[in-house]
């Protein structure tokens, strides 16, 4: 039996979202993945990870965990990595909110911030994480392994086994689409995979912010970025190995201008005060409903809070250095 925190990952709630849902004439729900232990979608991804490599034989009792992450992830394995008796040095770039660093810390996860840089620069912290697995497996007493997540496809497994069937059952069947946006790329593909195994038709949908190159990839087959976004922990450059052969039947674009205010709407009319990229998520969750036409049932994740991004996306002066829109009851009156 499970215990501690590993016992609390999963099983979220499916939360109906009204103002979405009365919008568009569909039953438009979230799936509430701010309830896991680590506050975000990606615990499911840490404890299949972790199960998968002590199963492989590749993590030794008290072993160290190395892995480069917007930060969730980290969250996620330093969770799951103190119930079981490991250790976890995180690689992050400073780009990042402070709130997720903090967490880290409070966490007990060694962290390393590095310089933000793309993928292809071998100090992007993908491959800094990479390196230093490498380098420590030898010098840690008891040997150090990747996570991995982008193109460790254990990631997706553990949509496929968990999260897709959690919808699948809360829904009883019903759910006619699904859609996200992708970081790694595990909860899109992994979910579709799973309620596609259910239902051949079901609507997978990717919700992509500006910046990213998937939406130019899955609607004309380039991978071509352009625009920026504020929303942490999405926005992908390459198809990664949990994205390979993803069953995604449609893509939308989606700009921090359309998912902020929809963000900003959840907390002010429903009270769920959700990060950036839940904001991309119900925005894509529209733009889908719009398209399949009323009367259809949709899904998609609420990836974490609002509360770890207060210094950003509920910053009235963050947001005006960016020229996106203040929430009113932020507004500074002098
Ligand atoms: N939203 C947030 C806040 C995240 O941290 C992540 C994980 N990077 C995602 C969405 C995307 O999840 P995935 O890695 O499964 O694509």
């Not at 909110?97 to 903090?102: F, V």
Request: net charge negative.
């Amino acid at each position: 039996m499970d215990t501690g925190a590993i016992a609390g990952i999963g099983n979220t709630p499916l939360i109906k979202l009204r103002y979405a849902s009365e919008l568009t004439g569909c039953d438009i729900y979230g799936k509430a993945e701010y309830a896991n232990p680590g506050g975000s979608v990606k615990d499911r991804p840490a404890l299949n990870i972790i199960e998968d490599a002590e199963k492989n034989g590749y993590l030794e009792p008290g072993g160290l965990i190395v892995e480069g992450t917007a930060g969730n992830t980290g969250i996620g394995l330093a969770v799951v990595a103190n119930a079981k008796g490991y250790r976890t040095l995180i690689v992050m770039p400073e780009t990042q909110s402070q709130e997720k660093i903090d967490t880290l810390r409070t966490l007990g996860a060694g962290l390393k911030l590095v310089p933000a840089a793309p993928y292809s620069n071998p100090n992007n912290f993908q491959h800094v994480a990479r390196r230093l697995a490498e380098e420590l497996a030898s010098t840690e007493k008891h040997g150090a392994v990747w996570a991995n997540q982008f193109d460790n496809v254990a990631n997706r497994e553990a949509h496929i086994k968990t999260t897709a069937r959690e919808i699948w059952e809360q829904t009883e069947g019903k759910v006619d689409g699904f859609i996200c946006a992708a970081g790694t790329g595990g909860t899109v593909a992994g979910v579709g995979i799973g309620l596609k195994s259910y239902r051949r038709d079901v609507v997978i949908g990717l919700a992509d912010p500006m910046g990213a190159a998937l939406y130019s990839y899955y609607t004309t087959g380039e991978l071509k970025a352009e625009g920026g976004s504020i929303s942490e922990g999405i926005g992908q450059s390459r198809i990664t190995d949990n994205l390979e052969g993803a069953p995604i039947d449609t893509a939308f674009q989606i700009p921090d201008e359309e998912a902020l205010p929809i963000a900003f709407d959840l907390l002010e009319k429903e009270g769920l005060c959700v990060g950036a990229s839940t904001g991309v998520n119900v925005a894509g969750a529209i733009r889908l409903a719009r398209r399949m036409g009323p009367g259809h049932t949709i899904v998609t994740i609420i990836c974490d809070s609002g509360l770890r991004y207060q210094s950003r996306l509920f910053n009235p002066d963050f947001l005006r250095s960016k020229a996106l829109p203040v929430p009113h009851w932020l507004e500074k009156r002098l």
